[in-house]
Each structure stands twice: as structure tokens, then as C-alpha cells.
């Protein structure tokens, strides 16, 4: 059982109430009387991803134990976009944050955690739906960075990305097919740095939201690097241009 499922109603209740960064909510299909009903407001007002799934699934999750609702609860909590930028004007330093869009593997949101922390990344940002959330294997596989690295979920990537533009921040995403090497990109000043889906890369509305796209050179028969290695290349020279060049 994973051990950050959280289920039963008084239980998911609670934990809503407590504040603490949930990653979704499944109640079970039919499932609408008054407890329930509690449950969707408090997930309304916290922000939580509500999905309808089958008893059975509940059943094999949970041991048949859940009354009808099982939450995912988060390993760290989640940050707001404020306070990245915040952070980040509290040292003085231009914005410096990663959007992960649509990344589906624990191991390597880990891993690309383990490397922000390392290179000094402000934030993390995340889609609450169709994306991997921090969860145990995220935080084991950051040995730690998870706690030390702010991420925020948001609902609208387009949107996000728009704002950030907007405060003067470059959107740059890393895609095989583009023309310009990283190492011939200005990657000095307030950065969005994209990392893609392991196997689609970026979705076409954040590719199209992107000031410039970057490619890592490749001359081998595999066309594509691991996405936490790709994301480590471009940290690191993003690291290198903001110390060395600016």
C-alpha cells in the first residue's frame, strides 16, 4: 500500500482541514450523500484534483477499508508562485524555475529535484493533472531535495507561463528538433526552463508559449536523452551562464 494514501471520510476530512498539500482525491463513483458532499468542498476550497474512480479500484488500494474516498496525500508541501519569486528576490538573485510539462516518472521528477537544489533553482513548477506529484518515490529519489526545493502545482501551464513572461521572465524549452544548441543560447537573467513528457516532449500550447526553444546535440543512434539527464545538462549551463556571465 503506498504510504501516502490516506482513506476513509473522517480521515481525508481531516487532512484536507490540516492544510497539508494533497496530491488528488479519488471517491468512488455514486458516491454523493452528505460526508461526501463535505469532502468536494473542502477539496474546492484547498485546490485538490477530485477524480471519480471504480469501488473495486478503492477496494485493491485500499484493502476495502476506504468508505468511498482515498487521498494521495503529498510527501512535502506544495509553494506558491509568489513565493518562488518572492525567494528569489530575497537573495537578490534573477528568477531561476523549472516547468516539468506533463512528466509522468517519480524517479526522474527526483532526480531533476536532486539537481534544482544543487544549481540553486528558485522553483519547480508542476500540472495538477496528467503529471507525476510529490510523492514518496519523488522524495527518497531527491535524497531530501524535495524538502528543500519549492514546488507548485497549477492548473493553467499556458496561463502560468503567460504571468511569468509578463514579471519579464525568458520561457525556454528544451526540444530535440530545435536549431539552436544550448550552449550557443543566452540563458543568463529570469529563466523558465522547460523540461517535456518523457516520450512526447513539450504539449504544442507550451511549445508555442516558449521565447526560444534549445536542443542538447546528439551524434549516437538514441535521438533522445533521459529526462533528468537532459534536465542536468541545461541546469548546469544554466548554472554556468548566471555565475560566470552576467
Same mark, same amino acid.
Given at each position: 500500500m503506498d504510504d501516502n494514501l490516506i482513506f476513509g471520510r473522517n480521515a481525508v476530512a481531516e487532512l484536507l482541514k490540516s492544510g497539508h498539500s494533497v496530491n488528488r482525491i479519488l471517491i468512488a463513483e455514486g458516491s454523493?450523500?452528505?460526508? #461526501?458532499? *463535505?469532502?468536494?468542498?473542502?477539496?474546492?476550497? !484547498?485546490? &485538490?484534483?477530485?477524480?471519480? /474512480?471504480?469501488?473495486?479500484?478503492?477496494?485493491?488500494?485500499?484493502?476495502?477499508?476506504?468508505?468511498?474516498?482515498?487521498?494521495?496525500?503529498?510527501?512535502?508541501?506544495?509553494?506558491?508562485?509568489?513565493?518562488?519569486?518572492?525567494?528569489?528576490?530575497s537573495k537578490h538573485e534573477p528568477p531561476f524555475i523549472i516547468l516539468l510539462d506533463e512528466l509522468e516518472d517519480p524517479q526522474n521528477f527526483g532526480a531533476i529535484l536532486r539537481t534544482a537544489e544543487a544549481v540553486g533553482v528558485h522553483?519547480?513548477? #508542476?500540472? *495538477?493533472?496528467?503529471?507525476?506529484?510529490?510523492? !514518496?518515490? &519523488?522524495?527518497?529519489?531527491? /535524497?531530501?531535495?524535495?524538502?528543500?526545493?519549492?514546488?507548485?502545482?497549477?492548473?493553467?501551464?499556458?496561463?502560468?507561463?503567460?504571468?511569468?513572461?509578463?514579471?519579464?521572465?525568458?520561457?525556454?524549452?528544451?526540444?530535440?528538433?530545435?536549431?539552436?544548441?544550448?550552449?550557443?543560447?543566452?540563458?543568463?537573467?529570469?529563466?523558465?526552463?522547460?523540461?517535456?513528457n518523457e516520450g512526447k516532449g513539450m504539449r504544442r500550447l507550451t511549445r508555442e508559449s516558449c521565447d526560444e526553444l534549445i536542443r542538447i546535440p546528439m551524434v549516437g543512434k538514441i535521438n533522445s536523452l533521459n529526462a533528468s539527464v537532459a534536465g542536468a545538462l541545461l541546469m548546469y549551463e544554466i548554472f554556468f551562464q548566471r555565475r560566470y556571465k552576467q
Open positions: 454523493r450523500d452528505g460526508s #461526501i458532499q *463535505k469532502i468536494f468542498a473542502l477539496a474546492k476550497t !484547498a485546490g &485538490v484534483v477530485v477524480e471519480f /474512480a471504480s469501488r473495486d479500484k478503492l477496494d485493491k488500494l485500499c484493502g476495502g477499508r476506504h468508505q468511498g474516498v482515498a487521498a494521495y496525500a503529498a510527501a512535502a508541501d506544495y509553494s506558491t508562485l509568489e513565493e518562488v519569486l518572492e525567494l528569489a528576490e522553483g519547480v513548477i #508542476i500540472p *495538477k493533472r496528467r503529471s507525476v506529484q510529490l510523492n !514518496a518515490t &519523488v522524495f527518497k529519489t531527491s /535524497a531530501g531535495a524535495a524538502q528543500y526545493v519549492k514546488v507548485v502545482q497549477v492548473t493553467n501551464v499556458a496561463q502560468t507561463l503567460k504571468r511569468l513572461r509578463e514579471v519579464g521572465l525568458k520561457v525556454v524549452g528544451s526540444d530535440m528538433n530545435a536549431e539552436l544548441d544550448f550552449k550557443q543560447a543566452d540563458l543568463t537573467g529570469g529563466l523558465v526552463l522547460i523540461i517535456g
